[in-house]
């Protein structure tokens, strides 16, 4: 029976590379391009536009990781149950995803908030205009946040992932030899 995982391996990495990735462009290029739009009606409804043609990708991106993951896990259960490390890395692995896909749904949710109130006009997409809503405002002001917070989540899911494909390489050298590893 093969050891290899090379298909869940990468949905996993391809799903996480595709959510960093996509989050990442999205606050620096998306964002920061329609902040510059003359019209400050513009600004949030091209935003919402770029970020609802994103949303289905996005949502792609995380289940694919997400049965990459569970499909990593169940892989490696006998590695899990005897490394004490890897079974820590993974433990931090799913709360960090789970807090990634909360960040992320709850980014959506004000995302679509900011859109439907995208004829208030707005300094930028996640800074309000003097005269915005309080339910606007509110949502630009959380929407500041999650826009790093997500990248910044993904990208230390992708560390982890780099630690734990530390932890699967062999002893290496005359200890090695001895241990059979």
């Known amino acids: 029976m093969s050891t290899r995982n090379t298909l869940v391996r990468g949905m996993h990495d391809i799903g996480l590379a595709a959510w960093f990735g996509g989050t990442l462009m999205g606050a620096v290029g998306l964002n920061g391009a329609t ?3 003359a019209d400050p009606t513009e600004r949030l409804r091209l935003s919402s536009l770029g970020w609802a043609k994103w949303a289905p990708v996005q949502l792609a991106a995380i289940v694919t990781h997400g049965i990459g993951g569970i499909g990593l896990i169940l892989g490696n259960k006998g590695r899990l149950a005897a ?5 820590s890395n993974t433990t931090v692995k799913l709360v960090i995803t789970g807090l990634a896909g909360a960040a992320s749904l709850y980014s959506g949710i ?3 908030q900011m859109g439907e109130r995208a004829e208030e006009g707005t300094d930028g997409v996640t800074e309000p205009d003097e005269n915005a809503s309080k ?3 509110a949502a630009q002001s959380k929407q500041r946040v999650l826009q790093w917070t997500i990248p910044v989540l993904t990208a230390v899911l992708i560390v982890l992932g780099a630690q734990q494909g530390e932890q699967q390489r062999p002893i290496a050298g005359f200890l090695g030899r001895f241990t059979g590893k």
């Not at 490394?83 to 079974?87: D, F, G, I, N, V």
């Open 35 to 37: 902040a510059k739009a």
């Open 83 to 87: 490394q004490p490390e890897a079974r």
């Open 110 to 112: 004000l995302g679509a």
């Open 135 to 137: 339910v606007l405002a």
